[in-house]
Structure formats: structure tokens, C-alpha cells
Nanobody
Framework: QVQLVETGGGLVQPGGSLRLSCAAS????????MGWYRQTPGQQREWVAD???????NYADSVKGRFTISRDNSKNTVYLQMNKLKPEDTAVYFC???????????????WGQGTQVTVSL
């Protein structure tokens, strides 16, 4: 019913930048919050940032001032601009969205498939 497709991961040197995108498609009536999480092997998934339908943004302290979340409501897409990347930012990044489908009265959380970000020399 809903697909989330993430793009933009890769290998970058410390201090570099990457931009992640996550596009939602399907029988979507509306999208509330959209966000990003990340996970490293053996660790719990960690919240990174989110943005609600009104544009209010929240960031984890570890990325504040370096990462910027944004969204394009016309495309049901959320972005994560990552600057001044550090080796400790290395992880699989997952997008997360609250979506209401046509014919539904409630929102459901959907996850992307994940994209690898590696920060290394």
C-alpha cells in the first residue's frame, strides 16, 4: 500500500556532506510527521531528527547544527542534509513517516529500507 524509497547514502570523508531523500508513494491521503533514525550493528535504532506537517523540526543533540531536515509535501518526500560529517555518524539511516491512507481514519507508521552512510578516510 505504501512504499518508502530512500536514496543518497554512500561513502564520504570526515567533514564532508551527504543528502538523504525518502519518497513515499501509494494510496496516501495525508502525511503527518516524517523523520530519520540510524542504527549501527549491535545497537538500538537511534532517533536523529523529525519534522511535522507544520514544519516544526526537532534534532538529536548529536546532530544539531550539522544536519538539517526538510520536506516537500507535494512529493511526500523528506530530506536530511548532513554536513560536517564525523566517523561516528556512520550507520544505516532509516526514514520513518506517519501516513494516513485513503479510506482510513488513522495514521500508521512506515519505515524505509535503510541506506548506508559511511564516514571514513
Amino acid at each position: 500500500q505504501v512504499q518508502l524509497v530512500e536514496t543518497g547514502g554512500g561513502l564520504v570523508q570526515p567533514g564532508g556532506s551527504l543528502r538523504l531523500s525518502c519518497a513515499a508513494s501509494g494510496s496516501i491521503f495525508s502525511v503527518y510527521a516524517m523523520g530519520w533514525y540510524r542504527q549501527t550493528p549491535g545497537q538500538q535504532r537511534e532517533w536523529v531528527a523529525d519534522i511535522d506537517s507544520g514544519g516544526t523540526k526537532n534534532y538529536a543533540d548529536s546532530v544539531k547544527g550539522r544536519f538539517t531536515i526538510s520536506r516537500d509535501n507535494s512529493k511526500n518526500t523528506v530530506y536530511l542534509q548532513m554536513n560536517k560529517l564525523k566517523p561516528e555518524d556512520t550507520a544505516v539511516y532509516f526514514c520513518n513517516t506517519d501516513i494516513r491512507l485513503h479510506g482510513s481514519s488513522s495514521y500508521t507508521v512506515y519505515w524505509g529500507q535503510g541506506t548506508q552512510v559511511t564516514v571514513s578516510l
